[in-house]
């Protein structure tokens, strides 16, 4: 940390300061510049208590943290990509993945065909969301505990891996048997009690970027399920909330580049609920994964007008292969890149 001191603070001031971050066990280094000065505190600011209370200091101008809030997700503390696996899928390392599957399980058909139409196109990890997290009460809320016979036999018959979004502590022990990873949505991006949950659950984790999460806050998040023994966790950037309405989110593809650079968990986009429109979900994919992402989650859906959610944005799955086609070069730059690295 540094500690700036308002100008003609005196040396009494600056013994003031400089005892008080002693007390708190950092070691002061003061600096006399022309206008200003300031005190370097030496420490480890994750395990040491904060300097932040010495804001509160009449001499005290600003304090400034150096570390990083997050230490088990960064890349120095762990140079090497991490590879997660859920069934047969894998995310990070040289390959790039495509999961995907509809807004939420609508019917036991209506799962059965998407499902069906996805592992012919060769996905193998499929969203499966009996629970949905809905802005209003009155919108469709997902089959719920219905929806979890639906995808065990679902699962018995294509022998697919599920990836669920859980919004609470019940749903993370109802979906234990039948999904291989669990989905922390953008709503829930900060909901630590739910990460501490379900890292001691010990299946990998799909955790999104809060629609108004720094890219701190995002990665701290994922710090909580790391230092709570969860060590395979997939970043997940999906569009913030931004003054212009014309996409449903500001896919943020800095950040993508950002959180590869800084850490050595997979990263994945999605770019539907970024686009929240159809035709704009293939270059927004194109665009994430030239940014760097380790793949893709995409919703997709066998009937999508008619869809209970997130109608304009699901692709047709029937037609996935195709919508696959035309990714493919942009799959192949990617993968070689990460190769060549
Ligand atoms: C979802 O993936 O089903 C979802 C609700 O997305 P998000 O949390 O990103 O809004
Ligand atoms: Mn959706």
Redesign the pocket.
Known sequence: MIIVLKPQSSDQDIQEVSDRVRSLRYQPRVIRGVENTVVACIGDELNNRSLEALRNLPAVDNVIPIQHRYKLVSREYHPADTVVRAGKATIGGDGICVIAGP?AIESAEQFRTVVGHLTQAGVQLV?A?PY??RTSPYDFQGLRDEGLQIMRDVKAEFGVAFVS?VMGPAQVEALADVADMY?I???NAQNYDLLETVAAVRKPVLL?RG?ASTVEEWLTAAEYLLVNGCSQVVLCE?GLRSFDRAVRNLLDVSAIALAKQASHLPVLA?PS?AAGKRALVLPLACAALAAGADGL?IEAHPDPANAFSDAAQQIDSAAFDAFLADLAPWMELAAARKRAH
């Open positions: 807004c969203r969301m949905k997290p979004e989905q949505g953008a709503r999104k629609m999906r999605d609920h989650i």
